[in-house]
């Protein structure tokens, strides 16, 4: 009996965070995982093989423009493939200027200089150079549970990730 009510405790507890979530449970299954970015819902979520949300959480994108630059830094929507990983250390080669440094701990590159990175600067918009920012414990997860850069035991296929439009 006390299993039967374990279970339906958690059940009840999930629910409400999926839905609560702003990303679907499920998408399309492609064979393959993905991370999903919606820069407009200002959410990421991880996507197992079978297209079955494993985990989201708070994304801040690139914002419309940035003062700094003197120009727009939304993140570039499409689908890309994760190229690189880092560890907790990663930092900007670019920001802020002139010469970088600022941190982007777990950074995983997907589109030459835009990543997914750690920070604590994420929050309910977009407002980043380009980059998508995560609460560092989601970028940390996702670096070390769940993205894969191109290598042999992946066939030389990084993890994909898809920027949906703003």
Not at 144 to 152: I, L
Request: charged share 20%; net charge positive.
């Amino acid at each position: 009996m006390y299993t039967i009510w374990k279970y339906i405790t958690l059940s009840f507890l999930l629910i409400p965070v999926i839905a609560y979530s702003g990303m679907p449970a499920s998408v399309p299954a492609i064979g393959e995982k993905q991370i999903i970015v919606d820069p407009h819902k200002h959410r990421w979520g991880a996507y197992d093989e079978d297209g079955n949300l494993v985990k989201t959480g708070m994304a801040t994108a690139g914002g419309n423009w940035c003062p700094d630059i003197r120009q727009h830094c939304r993140t570039r929507v499409g689908t890309f493939r994760i190229d690189s990983l880092g560890e907790r250390s990663c930092k900007s080669r670019k920001f802020p200027r002139p010469r970088g440094g600022a941190p982007m701990p777990y950074c995983m590159f997907f589109n030459g200089g835009q990543a997914l990175h750690g920070s604590n600067s994420v929050f309910d918009g977009n407002g980043s150079h380009g980059c998508v920012r995560l609460h560092v414990q989601d970028a940390r997860w996702l670096r070390f549970n769940f993205a894969e850069e191109p290598n042999r035991s992946n066939e030389g296929v990084g993890t994909l990730v898809v920027v949906k439009p703003y």
